[in-house]
């Protein structure tokens, strides 16, 4: 009952590693409170990537601030204000849900492809940041390949110990 469980959970888990690439889709683990109560520390986040064109007011995007904003990496927040700036460029400004201000700066996305999330899956982001520890992933392959071995050990020594079954002539 437990190993079917453990089973389908692994299962499940790949699917939802794998399903979303296949459809071109990219996932993030939210690692700060600043989404919190639309996506909470710990989920993973599935985007599509769409272009800047269709991105509005309300959507949420994964995207990296600019240099000297103070986050370092990528951040997951909702778009807050779309406007265009003396060049006619698209100029964007965002706010995470929990904060209570928008950010002071603003950016461009010049790429003219943006990822926009999907959809967000809570929880299941712990596990792949801690599949992302080497140590951890040893042990979740090295653990059960001991206990085959181990089990494998034991069996032949159960049969070397045994009677030789009698030989019908």
């Known amino acids: 009952m437990v190993s079917t469980l453990v089973v389908a959970a692994g299962l499940l888990l790949g ?4 399903l979303p690439a296949a459809v071109g889709w990219q996932r ?5 409170g600043s989404m919190t109560g639309t996506y909470d520390r710990g989920s993973l986040v599935l985007d599509e990537v769409v ?3 269709e991105l509005r007011e309300g959507d949420v995007i994964t995207y990296r601030p600019p240099s ?8 997951t927040h909702r778009i807050a204000e779309i406007t265009t700036d003396k060049l006619g460029q698209r100029t964007f400004r ?28 809570p929880y299941v982001g712990f596990a792949l940041a801690a599949l992302g520890k080497c140590d951890l992933r ?24 045994a009677e030789p079954a009698a030989v019908p002539r």
Do not use: C
């Open 138 to 161: 040893m042990l979740i392959v090295g653990l059960p390949a001991g206990l085959i071995a181990l089990f494998g050990i034991a069996g032949l020594w159960r049969e070397a110990g």
């Open 28 to 32: 993030y683990v939210i690692v700060s």
């Open 68 to 75: 000297g904003s103070g986050p370092v990496g990528l951040v």
């Open 51 to 53: 272009p800047v064109g």
């Open 94 to 121: 965002t706010k995470g849900d929990a904060n209570e201000a928008a950010h002071p700066w603003t950016f461009h996305l010049p790429k003219g492809e943006q990822a926009r999330v999907r959809m967000g899956v």
């Open 15 to 18: 699917a939802l590693l794998v």
